[in-house]
Each structure stands twice: as structure tokens, then as C-alpha cells.
């Protein structure tokens, strides 16, 4: 006898819970109804990742790197269920293997991205590397690639993210969420909105408590998001899809120089 | 209700006061560890018997009980041994992607961090250190050494401006009974992370952490031969140190044998790093917290029973402030609990073996007949069992023994300085050069004090800090080469050419 | 370490006074919070929990029913057992002094008031002599007085230290001042140093963390910097001075570390009610849980135990 399947309803990621759409609108993708994403909820997640921000960011960096690899763990374990959603395993086992890499990043980045500064003075003169805040993250394709590779570079660093899913294969992100929800990431670390870019895009863009905002995945008009961000100076970053790099970190990284007279 | 102006009681007797509060034993369970009678050698993955047939018995030095039969490697096992370690690397370890070695490392970490409480106790029944501290320090930094370098192994370019690392080949390592799993992680982590693959020799009194070591190797499914743990005294170090196929020696232990191996090792153009002994200036300035000095001063001398290599095993206070400073120390060492170091509560353990508590009492014996003037705390010490009561010496000379040679065991000498410059000098003047603390409130001085101490580690307001991102490792006769942090890959990399 | 004089004015010296290393004291604390108190050792600590506690009420809502139902619970914890011994003291707003006073007549349980404007202690000078006055009067033994923190944090402490004396001076010989230094607004462990020595200087009998009516109450650091005074203060001069440890102190574990830390750093001498206090209210039934948890081996329902 067959057997009638229980359909999940794929809501949006905000403060670690998983509400609807606040506008009670969805669009039709992937065959789901998803969460169409409103400026509203944008202004939750925003205000949920700038809440989440201290904790975060005063965490170890270990804690922060075992988590990013917990968030691999609960990935792997999840395999299959990511995979029916984005390209197939190939692009499952390169995100799992991007974030882990990513998660090694943690308690090192200070060693190579920060310096002590000989400066001609009795003076002690060091730079340490400090996340920027709240980071807004539009996802390139390929849908889980391009967003593991987009947000463990922000995340790792100590900033939080509010995370714009791809418009047209939005699922996955909403099932990584499931796996941010249960990898001890503090709530509000990471939110996720699906929707529509045109919507979504100018509302983070032109957010005052948005910091650093990536386009490496805007389509359209991204000379516009540009000069929304330019009025509370956002960082804007364009990565890659597919790419590692700590440089990628460090363009959502503030530095911080410190003097201390050295003298008896 | 009216109110009464009646007169308030006076303040009856006092109230009693109790005449003692014992703390229940609270000892954790040995039931976790499953100890085998006897263990053999770990080569290629599995356990086999020493080709030597010779063996010895290792014990818990709290109860003077043997806990299992070792085997003692000796110059054909060595040998069996550094094969195995080559042909790994060679057909399994160099081959593989770094960011696969990187997720073996991942896994030895998790495992560790699973296993934290079977290993912590198995730390304390054999090397005698307390529960408390195998618990809350020794376990944790083990795992956490493990995750550092797994984060390296994919990333080495990014260590070394413009070289692209490679690894040297097979690493002998030997390593001390003071931190025997911390040490371990210390030398495997970054070899392995570097890509290559090792020939371990844990000390004589504390082999059975890096035996049980080997089932966490076999649980993260690490490729045979990678990881090849080789039991034995003095000789089988020996055996190791002088194997031709050995690319790279790294040792932990004791200066005389350190200079040992250096003359060993002279002419034949192996790479070798050496953490040797210290007798580490512990200084306290007259603005310093007190308080929390004091609390730095017991932790820099009493912890592990002051077997360790940084030990603050030399107090400098201020003269101005030295009563205060002794007052608080003794009444602090008051109230260290020595004793049981499975025991939840217990401050100080056993000392590791026989021959270092002798040595212990040799050198104390010295202080007291070179005139300086000791202290011990009552202690009820158990029967059976190696123990030595918290001891601190005033009134010590520069040149007592006491002041100048490397006690390993909880014996502070205190000395006085006068001015920074005094300090400084009486800091410097040592052979060893390992670690130094600094105490005091002015921010200037903590760094001009920093720059002039000649110590690989200076500690300011803190002490016995170690994280597996900050580098440790000696000046002068303390040895050469940093542990930790991304200098800590360079000992286990080549690096010519770009 | 305590500075030769404590004469006026202060203020030139107060600032430079006994600094303390947040970092160190907070690992000391914490190190001191593993101490694993088992069986018999634990019942003596829980024990002593009770007989140190003040059981406190102070809430615009309280009436005299309250109140009495409060002594009632001091006086008897846990009626199905007489082993077990009385609280400290109750402690309460000045409106209900009388009723306490008369509803522990009798016993060895103590009345300890608020006073001096609790708890804020934005009032004039006169205002809180007066209320002070008002509380002995109707028959307090202990008074809890606030220290002014607006003075303090202003640095007027010449201004705290003599608000502190003339209510000290009312007390004298008729009931044992407290001061509530409300660490919780000082911001620094150097602050909560220098406060404690301040309010020693003026006369304090106890020195308190906590009015219990911020989120941020005693701590466990808190109380260790505040024990540490009192140290150098008895080591210095002779002189002795209690420690109340309140506000957010609600399961036997954390009273069990609170008094561990009394053990370890002063010694057994203050572990009694003459000079050391728990304030809490809701920790006696934790306490009381954990007794016959101890005694049966079976781990409480709440239903079990009166609420009061």
C-alpha cells in the first residue's frame, strides 16, 4: 500500500526559530510554497543578528571555529537531504569541505591578518583584526555552494549575517538552516530570508544597522544596492561563488590599532 | 499594630562557630578506564610485541599499585617502527589532499573531546597529577591543540610568506611525564598537520595516556603508520634519537639529556628542537593586586606539583612589600589540599615517581643546609604513595642551589629586589630562559619588563597560561624552537625555495 | 593591601586604593566553585545555609500577613522536621518591623530592616537618619542600610563615608549596621573594593553586595573581592567585620559555593550568623529539597515543601 508523504512547509530563519513571512505572502518555487520575504522581516532578522552580535563576536575563536565544524557535522549528517535540493553530493561534499575549511580559520586569522608594528618610538604597537557587525550576504548559484562560500567567511570573522536566499532554488538554504539550528550556532548568528531579490536586495541595502553588505550574488541593478549602501558607508564586497580565501575574512574585518608606552 | 518604644535586646552571646568543615571524599570514578595487564608497541596500526621480549611495570604513583605491564622497546623495535612511519608517508600521508589530513586531525580532536573524562582520569592514576587539573586543563588543551593544526594543514602557504612547506618526513618524538597527553598533542598535532607522519616515545613513568591515545587513532580510522607510539626507558629515546631514517627530532625533557641529544645529533643535518628545564623569576611589584599575585604565585609554582618546565619556581618581591606577600603565601598554601588525585578536591597530587621525589628532598635538604629558611603547611600526607608537602624557602641567596637549579617539584624559593633593574638582572641571571611573570598595575612597565626579561614566555598578571595559538618554547639552555601558534608549524616543515 | 590612614578627606586617596585584577579574581572564584561538597560535608553546608540565611520579603505588596507568614516559615522551615534549625534573621521594609518583631518574639530569629531610603537611596540625609531611627525604634536588631552609589560613583566619597557614620551612630549599641554596597552599579571590582573599604571606615558591622532589586546581584567574584577586604581589614587592624552575600541567590548549589568561599578564604571563625548572611527568599525551599534529597536519596517535588 503506498504510503502518503508528510510535505515540509518551508518557512523563513530569523533569531534561530523558523517564522512565516510576517506579510503572510509566499511564491511558488521548487514546486513549495516559500516564505516571500518582506522588508519587515528583513528589519527582524536585522535587528535578531545585531542582538546576537556580542555574543558572537566575544566568543573564543575556537568556540567560534567548533562550531562553523559542528555546522559540517550536522551538514554531513544531512547528505542526502541537501543534495535532492542543489546540484547533487559534488556541491554537498565542496560546501561541507568549504565550511571546514573556513572553521580552521578561526583561531588563526589574528596570527596572519594582524601584526605587531615596529614603530620608531618606546612604543608597544600591535593590530588586531575585529568583525564589522552585521553583514548582509546576497547568495550566488549555485545555491548551497555559493551560500556556504559567501557566509562562513562572514560568520567565522565574528560578524552575524542576514542571509538573502537564491530566488529561484531557494529550499536548500531553508534545510542548511535546519543545520544552523542544530549545531549550537547562538540564534540570531545567521538569518535567512527567501523572497523575491527586487524586494529583498534594496531592503538590506538600504538598512542604517547593516555594516558590510556582499553582492557577489546581486543580478540586476547593482550600481543601485551600491549608492543605497554608500549612506551609513557600508563595506561592499563582490567574491566568488567558488572560492576560499582568508582574504575573503578580512573584507569583513575592521583593524584595530592599540599603542602602549613601554617604560619602567 | 501600635508602635513599641520598648529598648531593642542587646545582641544575645554569640553564635557558635563550627570546629571544622571536612570535605566528603569526592573521588571520580576509576571505573571509566578499562586497562588491559599489558600493553605491546603501536606500529602500523596495530599493536605488536616488542621484538626486545623486554618489559616493565608502570604504576600509580598515589598508591605505589601497578596498573599494567609496558613494553620496552628496544633497537630492532625502533627500527620496525621508523619503517613503518616511512612507508606511511610515503604511500599514505604525503599523498592524500591537506585538506583530508586536515579532517583526520578534526576527528582526533572530537574523539578527544568525547573520551575527555576516561582520559583524564587515566592522566591523573598514572602520572599522579590531580583530577581537577587533568580535568579542566590538560584534556581540554590536548583537543583544542589537535583543532588548531588541523586548521593549518590546508593552509601552510598562508604560514610562511612566500614558500610553499614541505613536510621533512618522519619526526621522532619524545616527550616528558609532566603533561604526558598534552605533550603528546604538542608534538603530533603539528607534525601530522605539516604532513608528516611520526615515531613517538612517551616517558618511562607515563605511558598509558599515548597508549590509550592509539584507540582514539584507531576510532578517527588514521591511516596505519602515521602515528607509531614506541614505549620505553631512556634507551629506546636513545635508539630513536640516532635511527638514520629519522628526518627530524623533537624533544621535551630534561637540559642534561637535551645537550645529549644535541651532541648526538651534531654533523648529521637532521632538523632538531629541544624544550628543556627553567627556573622561571616569578616578580612582584608594589602596585601589583595582591591578592590575585599571591593566587599567581601558588599557580605558578603549585600547579601539576610544580612539575613544570615554566614553573615560577623563583618568587621576586619588592621589598617593599615582601611581608605582606610572604603573610598571604603561607596563609594561602593553608589551604591546599594535598592528597588522593582522583579526589574532586584535591589541590596537589603525587609526585610522579620514586627517583623525582628523592630528588625533591635532595635539593630541599641543600636549601636547609645552605641556611635559607622553610616553610610547609601542615599536611596530612597518606601512607603509601609519592608526596611532597607545598614548600617555600626565604631568606634564599642568589647562589643557593635552590635558587639556581631546576628543583621539578612544589618548592618556591623567594628572593627581593629593590629596584626594576635589580629585578631584571636577578631574572636574567640564569642559564635557562624559558618563561618569567611579571606583576604589577603600570602597563608601561609590564611591556618594558617584557622586553628586557630574556624568557621565551612572559606572563603578566597571569601565569601557566598556555593556549595552543600562542607560541611556547625557551631562550639559552631552555631549548630552541616554539610549540604553538603558527611558528609551531615551522620545526616540521622544509622551507628553501619559493 | 590597606593603606596607613583613613583619615579625611578621602578623596585624594581613595582612588589609588587596592586594585584588583578582574581576570585573576574571576578564575579564582571559578576554581573555587568546583569544589564537589558531598554527603555529609553537604548536609553540614546545607545546614548552615539555613542558620546564616536572612529570609527576606521586600516588596511593595507585602502586608502584615505576609510577613507573618514569613516569620512562621523562618522560625519553622519545615515543619515535618525538627532537626531542622531556624533562620538568621527575616528581613523587611520598616512598615513591617512591628509585625515581625512581634511574630519572632521568643526565638533566636532576628529582625534586620531596610532603611536609608531602600533602594535606591536618593533621599536626603535627614530622611534616612529618621527612617533609620523609625526602624530601631519599632525593634529592629539589624539595619540594612544603602550606600549612596549617586556619591560614590560622583566621587563625593567623603560625602558616602560620613552618610555612613551619623547612620552608624544612630545604630550604635542597639542594632548592627549593614551597608549594601550595590555592587551591581559599580562597575569595577576596583570600585567594589574601594567601596567596601569605605564603608568599613564609616563603621559597617556587615558589608552586602546587593539590594536584590537589580538583575545584577552577588556574584560569586563579587563576593570573593569583598571577602578579601575583609581579610586585609582583620589582618591589619583585628578588627571584624561580616560579609552578606544577596540578591539572586536562589539553589543550594550556588549557597553551597557562596560559603565554600567564606571557608577557604576566611576560615571557619566566619562561618556562622555573627558574621556572615545569605539573603534570599526562595533558596530555603531549594535548601530544604536538597536535605531530604540528601536523607532519602530520592531527588524533591516542590509540592512537598510550604510556601510561605
Known amino acids: 500500500m503506498s504510503r502518503l508523504p508528510v510535505h515540509k512547509t518551508y518557512k523563513l530563519f530569523i533569531g534561530g526559530a523558523f517564522p512565516r513571512s510576517e506579510s503572510g505572502r509566499t511564491y511558488e518555487a521548487e514546486g513549495a510554497n516559500v516564505a516571500r520575504g518582506s522588508r519587515k522581516d528583513v528589519r527582524d532578522a536585522v535587528r535578531n543578528a545585531r542582538q546576537a552580535g556580542a555574543a558572537w563576536s566575544g566568543m573564543t575563536a575556537y568556540n567560534r571555529g567548533q562550531v562553523l565544524y559542528r555546522v559540517a557535522e550536522m551538514m554531513e549528517a544531512r547528505e542526502a537531504e541537501l543534495a535532492a535540493l542543489c546540484g547533487g553530493v559534488d556541491e554537498v561534499a565542496s560546501g561541507i569541505d568549504r565550511v571546514v575549511w573556513y572553521a580552521g580559520w578561526a583561531d588563526k586569522l589574528a596570527q596572519v591578518i594582524g601584526s605587531a608594528n615596529p614603530v620608531a618610538g618606546p612604543y608597544f604597537n600591535f593590530t588586531v583584526p575585529e568583525p564589522t557587525g552585521v553583514t548582509g550576504i546576497l547568495v550566488p548559484e549555485p545555491p548551497l555552494l555559493g551560500l556556504v562560500s559567501r557566509l562562513a567567511p562572514v560568520i567565522v570573522g565574528g560578524n552575524t549575517a542576514v542571509v538573502v536566499a537564491s530566488e529561484a532554488h531557494p529550499l536548500v538554504a531553508i534545510e542548511l538552516a535546519e543545520c544552523l539550528a542544530t549545531a549550537d550556532v547562538p540564534p540570531g548568528v545567521v538569518n535567512i530570508i527567501t523572497g523575491l531579490r527586487r524586494e529583498l536586495g534594496p531592503a538590506l541595502a538600504s538598512h542604517m544597522d547593516v555594516l558590510a553588505l556582499d553582492l557577489t550574488g546581486a543580478d540586476g541593478d547593482v550600481a543601485e544596492l551600491e549608492r543605497l549602501g554608500a549612506e551609513n558607508v557600508k563595506r561592499i564586497v563582490r567574491g566568488r561563488a567558488d572560492s576560499q580565501s582568508p582574504y575573503d575574512i578580512a573584507a569583513f574585518l575592521e583593524l584595530k590599532t592599540v599603542w602602549h608606552p613601554i617604560g619602567m | 499594630m501600635t508602635k513599641d518604644k520598648r529598648e531593642v535586646a542587646r545582641r544575645p552571646e554569640t553564635a557558635a562557630i563550627p570546629t571544622d568543615w571536612e570535605y566528603s571524599p569526592a573521588p571520580e570514578s576509576r571505573e571509566l578506564v578499562h586497562l588491559q595487564d599489558r600493553y605491546g608497541l603501536f606500529i602500523g596500526g596495530q599493536f605488536v610485541e616488542p621484538l626486545s621480549n623486554e618489559r616493565y611495570t608502570t604504576i600509580d604513583p598515589a598508591r605505589e599499585e601497578p596498573l599494567a605491564e609496558i613494553a620496552q622497546a628496544g633497537k630492532a623495535d625502533v627500527d620496525h617502527a621508523v619503517k613503518a612511519a616511512r612507508d606511511a608517508y610515503a604511500e599514505r600521508w604525503s599523498v592524500i589532499r591537506p585538506s583530508e589530513r586536515a579532517k583526520y586531525l578534526f576527528r582526533i580532536a572530537r574523539i578527544l573531546q568525547e573520551r575527555s573524562r576516561e582520559f583524564a582520569v587515566l592522566e591523573s592514576m598514572n602520572g599522579g597529577k590531580p583530577i581537577r587539573e587533568s580535568r579542566d586543563v590538560d584534556l581540554p588543551l590536548a583537543a583544542a591543540h589537535f583543532f588548531y593544526y588541523a586548521g593549518w594543514a590546508d593552509k601552510l602557504e598562508y604560514a610562511f610568506p612566500n614558500r610553499t612547506p614541505r613536510p621533512l618526513g618522519v619526526a621522532g618524538q619524545i616527550i616528558p611525564w609532566n603533561f604526558p597527553l598534552l605533550m603528546l598533542a604538542w608534538k603530533i598535532a603539528p607534525a601530522l598537520a605539516a604532513g608528516n607522519t611520526v615515531v613517538l616515545k612517551p616517558a618511562e613513568t607515563t605511558p598509558l595516556s599515548a597508549l590509550l591515545f592509539c584507540d582514539v587513532i584507531r576510532q578517527a580510522e588514521l591511516p596505519p603508520g602515521v602515528v607509531n607510539i614506541v614505549t620505553g626507558d631512556g634507551r629506546t629515546g636513545a635508539e630513536l634519537v640516532s635511527h638514520p631514517d629519522v628526518n627530524k627530532i623533537a624533544f621535551t625533557g630534561s637540559t642534561e639529556v637535551g645537550k645529549a641529544i644535541q651532541k648526538t645529533l651534531a654533523g648529521t643535518g637532521k632538523r632538531l628542537t629541544l624544550e628543556l628545564g627553567g627556573k622561571a623569576a616569578n616578580i612582584i611589584f608594589d602596585d601589583a593586586p595582591l591578592d590575585q599575585a599571591v593566587e599567581g604565585i601558588v599557580n605558578g609554582i603549585y600547579f601539576n606539583q610544580g612539575h613544570v618546565c615554566c614553573a615560577g619556581s623563583r618568587l621576586l618581591v619588592e621589598e617593599s612589600i615582601y611581608e605582606t606577600v610572604v603573610s598571604k603565601l603561607k596563609r594561602r598554601m593553608r589551604t591546599l589540599r594535598v592528597g588522593d588525585p582522583l579526589d574532586k578536591n584535591t589541590d596537589v597530587g603525587a609526585i610522579n615517581s620514586k627517583q623525582q621525589l628523592d630528588k625533591i628532598g635532595a635539593l630541599v635538604q641543600a636549601g636547609i643546609d645552605e641556611g635559607a629558611e622553610i616553610y610547609q603547611p601542615p599536611c596530612k600526607l597518606p601512607e603509601r604513595g609519592y608526596w611532597f608537602a607545598p614548600t617555600v624557602f626565604t631568606n634564599v641567596a642568589q647562589s643557593y642551589r635552590i635558587a639556581q637549579e631546576e628543583i621539578f617539584g612544589p618548592v618556591l624559593s623567594v628572593l627581593t629586589f629593590r629596584t626594576p633593574d635589580e629585578a631584571i638582572e636577578k631574572a636574567n641571571n640564569t642559564p635557562y630562559g624559558l618563561s618569567a611573570g611579571v606583576w604589577t598595575e603600570k602597563g608601561s612597565r609590564i611591556l618594558a619588563m617584557a622586553q628586557r626579561l630574556k624568557a621565551g614566555v612572559v606572563w603578566a598578571n597571569t601565569y601557566n597560561r598556555f593556549d595552543p595559538a600562542s607560541p611556547f618554547g625557551g631562550y639559552k639552555e631552555s631549548g630552541f624552537g616554539r610549540e604553538g601558534g603558527r611558528h609551531g608549524l615551522e620545526p616540521y616543515v622544509a622551507l628553501d625555495g619559493a | ?308
Open chain 3, 1 to 308: 593591601m590597606l593603606p596607613g590612614g583613613f583619615e579625611l578627606p578621602l578623596e585624594p586617596r581613595l582612588p589609588r586604593l587596592g586594585s584588583v585584577d578582574a581576570v585573576a579574581l574571576e578564575e579564582r572564584a571559578a576554581s573555587l566553585a568546583t569544589r564537589s561538597i558531598k554527603r555529609d560535608s553537604k548536609l553540614f553546608a546545607l545546614d548552615l545555609a539555613i542558620r546564616v540565611m536572612d529570609l527576606t520579603t521586600l516588596e511593595g505588596a507585602d502586608t502584615a500577613g505576609k510577613v507573618a507568614a514569613l516569620a512562621s516559615k523562618g522560625i519553622h522551615p519545615d515543619p515535618s522536621d525538627p532537626n531542622i534549625p531556624s533562620v538568621a534573621a527575616i528581613c523587611v521594609y520598616p512598615n513591617q518591623v512591628s509585625v515581625a518583631v512581634a511574630r519572632t518574639k521568643g526565638t533566636n530569629v532576628k529582625v534586620a530592616s531596610v532603611a536609608t531610603a531602600f533602594p535606591s537611596g536618593q533621599s536626603s540625609l535627614e530622611v534616612k537618619l529618621l527612617e533609620t531611627r523609625e526602624v530601631i525604634e519599632a525593634g529592629a536588631h539589624e539595619v540594612d542600610m544603602v550606600m549612596s552609589r549617586g556619591a560614590f560613583l560622583s566621587g563625593r566619597y567623603a560625602e558616602v563615608y560620613d552618610e555612613i557614620v551619623r547612620v552608624k551612630e544612630v545604630c550604635a549599641g542597639r542594632a548592627h549596621l549593614k551597608v549594601i554596597l550595590e555592587t551591581g552599579e559599580l562597575g569595577t571590582y576596583d570600585n567594589v573594593r574601594r567601596a567596601s573599604l569605605l564603608a568599613i571606615a564609616g563603621g559597617a558591622d556587615f558589608i552586602k553586595t546587593s539590594t536584590g532589586k537589580l538583575p545584577s546581584s552577588a556574584t560569586l567574584p563579587v563576593q570573593l573581592c569583598m571577602l578579601e577586604v575583609i581579610r586585609d581589614v582583620h589582618e591589619e587592624t583585628g578588627r571584624v567585620v561580616g560579609m552578606k552575600a544577596a540578591g539572586g541567590i536562589r539553589q543550594s548549589k550556588q549557597a553551597v559555593q557562596y560559603l565554600v568561599q567564606v571557608h577557604e578564604t576566611l576560615g571557619l571563625a566566619w562561618l556562622t550568623p555573627d558574621r556572615y548572611r545569605l539573603g534570599a527568599s526562595t533558596l530555603l525551599n531549594d535548601v530544604l529539597m536538597q536535605i531530604r534529597k540528601e536523607r532519602t536519596g530520592r531527588y524533591q517535588n516542590p509540592d512537598y515543601f510550604t510556601v510561605d
